[in-house]
């Protein structure tokens, strides 16, 4: 890894769990609490290209779409692994993220367990990733 695992998460309380989880598992973690703070810190001299992005979709002053629409427009961060952490259940939230580069959709609340598992499995071997936005559509229309 490379750069350290971006957190962008509006609420203290999750961002401080995914930061203590991530620095558990032995990872470096920048967090902000919304895409614009994220943005401006990626844009300054200390800025680091992340290893991975864990982002919420509600944020203040920038919703996570429009953050990692930005984020994936430019080259630097094009292959950026982005895990979205949302309350958001809906197929078209999941489309949206896709769409805009999500690697990963999971539905609050969530396993540390599960965010863990996936963190090691990007950053260990990307290639190795079957993205589940679409398994989890699946699963909601009783595809399995």
């Known amino acids: 890894m490379t750069g350290p695992i971006m957190i962008v998460e509006d609420s203290p309380s999750i961002r401080l769990?995914?930061?203590t989880s991530m620095r558990y598992e032995g990872h470096q973690t920048v967090a902000f609490p919304d895409g614009?703070?994220?943005?401006q810190w990626l844009a300054s001299p200390e800025g680091k290209t992340p290893?991975?992005?864990?982002?919420?979709l509600?944020?203040?002053?920038?919703d996570g779409i429009t953050f990692l629409q930005r984020l994936k427009d430019k080259p630097a961060f094009a292959a950026v692994p982005a895990i979205v952490i949302?309350?958001?259940?809906?197929s078209i939230d999941r489309v949206k993220a896709r769409l805009a580069?999500?690697?990963?959709?999971?539905v609050k609340p969530f396993t540390v367990q599960r965010l863990a598992a996936l963190v090691?499995?990007?950053?260990?071997?990307?290639?190795?990733i079957l993205p589940t936005v679409a398994l989890?559509?699946?699963?909601q229309q009783g595809h399995e």
């Open 17 to 19: 769990l995914l930061e």
């Open 86 to 90: 949302t309350t958001r259940d809906t």
């Open 136 to 139: 989890d559509q699946d699963r």
């Open 120 to 128: 090691r499995q990007y950053l260990d071997d990307p290639t190795l």
């Open 36 to 39: 614009i703070a994220a943005l």
């Open 51 to 56: 290893a991975l992005i864990l982002l919420d």
């Open 101 to 106: 580069g999500a690697s990963e959709y999971i």
């Open 58 to 62: 509600m944020l203040p002053r920038m």
